[in-house]
Structures are given as C-alpha cells and as structure tokens.
C-alpha cells in the first residue's frame, strides 16, 4: 500500500479490475501525501475500523479481532477551512452499485452537510474518475427508486478529476469547483 | 465502551486514577453521543490504527495484528461548518506531561491550524476538564523547553468545561468560546 518513493513513482502498471479497489485508494493517498507535502490540504484516510477481541499483552500482540463496518466515510480533514469528507467507490460496470453505501453512511453524509460540511463521493468508473458531490447524491436518491446510479447521470452531474501514477487522483481543483458551486 | 442507553445514564461511579483514560475516553464519547442525537456537531472518535500481519480469510478473523501510533489525533469533525479536530489527555499529576503527545502529532496540529481548522487538548487534570486551545498550547511550547504545562497555565489560559455522567464532557460551550476568541 505503501510503496517507497522510488518505486512508488515509476509504477505504471494499466489498472486490473482484479484489485481495482486497492489501485483507488492508492492513488488517492499519493494525492493525499501530495498534498500535505506541498502545504495544500491536510485529508487522511481513516483507519480501518477493528473490534478486538484477544490481546497478548506480554508480546503488545493482538490474536483475535475483526473488521468492523464504517459509520462514517473513509477519508476526512480540512482544506481552506472547510471541512471535507469523502468515500472511495470504484466498479467496473457502467453503474454504480447503490448496495455498498450503508444506510447509516447515508445518514452520516446528510448530517455532516447539515453541519456545513462537503461531502462527496470520489467514483472510478469506466476509467475515469468523477467527484460526485453530496447535493448531487442525495438528488438521484432522492428522486427515483434505482439501486445504481448509471455512468452517465455521474458524468453529467459529476466533476471529472485527472489520475496519474505520478499525482495520483488529483482531485483538489475539482473540490474548488465544487465549493464554488456550492 | 459502549454502554447501553439505560446502564450508562444510571453509570455514576466516580472517576478511579487507575482507569482514567477510559474514564475520559467515555465521558467525551456520551458528549459526542449526545450531540449527535440533538443535532447540535458530528464528532467521532478515530477508529485505532492497527497494522494487521495475518488473516483468516475463511473465519474473517485477523490472528496476528498490532497497534500503530497515531500520527493524527483522536477526534475529528464538524460543527457549525468548522473542521474540529481535538486529543484528550488526563494527568494525575499538577501537570500535563509533553512526552505522550508526538512530535508527528504536533507537527499535524499545526498543519490543520494552518488551513483554518480548529484544534484543541481536552486535559483533564486536578478533576477539572479544560479546552487548551491550539494556539495555547504553542505558545507555551515554543516560548520554553519545560518537559510539561503546569496546571496554573491550563487553568489560566485554558476553558473550563462541565462534566457528568450523565451528559459527558460537555465542551461544545467551550468551543464557542474559543471560535469566537479566534
């Protein structure tokens, strides 16, 4: 996941679907790296909730935990003063499957907007990424029944956001353009 | 962690030194709780990081793992459009200790101040809870080389806040007092 520097920015590896969830998130963290090196937004992704269960204090060793599921989004932190939180969603398909947002995210998304927070959605989807913001999420859930929402309602609504191995998913521009339509 | 409604509100037991940290830990979760039902920020407490080593795929069950130090601090999120992020500590001295707050963690304070996000210590020293803000806290590090901030200077510079067991630490006044100070 972390790959030192040197090797990190030469990886030019065509996406696989195979791992495609990984190959996101990596390119959001060298965003995210990115941008805290050059003083521009400060965003981590969360860590991966864990239940523990068996802890071997003797060796600070834990035997027996379990993934938990999130309540909340994957990445959050600060930039301009706003604060911002976003999921990763990636498919392979010419949708976007609805079935792997939580209810209780869902709940979470709407009452961070509430509170004057930016939330979107960062989605890899026919090899290319868009931000879906918040608004724009919660209109086509809000309007209709689907249990996916198709590529080209993320395309027309969405803000297309360049990737590269080198930058990573690149998004920070897009966000302004979202706060500025905010 | 997390007790039940009804054992929880009826949980007045008084704090112990042995268990503080769990003590104060509980308290700030029934706080967040609390302002979460009433709609008043949406503040969580970070999962813990944990590296994991090994995996029984076909149990789900993690068998080998251990814990990683944060390199942000424990709680984040929003409140009034305001990107909040915040540490609890608890002493049982006259004196909070410096040695268990990283030069990573400071280093990532700083950085969110700088991008207009709100930091804060919530210390619990003597049996009274005080909110020291961030630039409080650097002041006082950058103008000594003291290994600890003395409980005078907590109580001067700092903001008092309530607590109970039946509300928590009920800082969000606090915090008030130190957007409008800003």
Redesign the interface.
Known sequence: MNYPNNIRKTYNKPISYGNRGMELENLINIANETY?DN?I??I?K?????G?VKCDYSK????????KS???LDY??????????FDAKNTNKSYLPLNNIANHQIE?MA??M????IIFLLIMINNECYILPGNKFFEFINSNDRKSIPYEYIKEQGIMVPYNYLKGVDYIKGLDTLIKEN
């Open positions: 805290i003083d937004a400060v981590y969360k860590p991966t909730p864990i523990v600070n060793k834990i035997t027996e935990a379990y993934y999130p309540s909340t959050n932190g600060v930039y301009k003063g706003y604060y911002v939180e979470h009452r961070v509430k509170h004057g927070g």
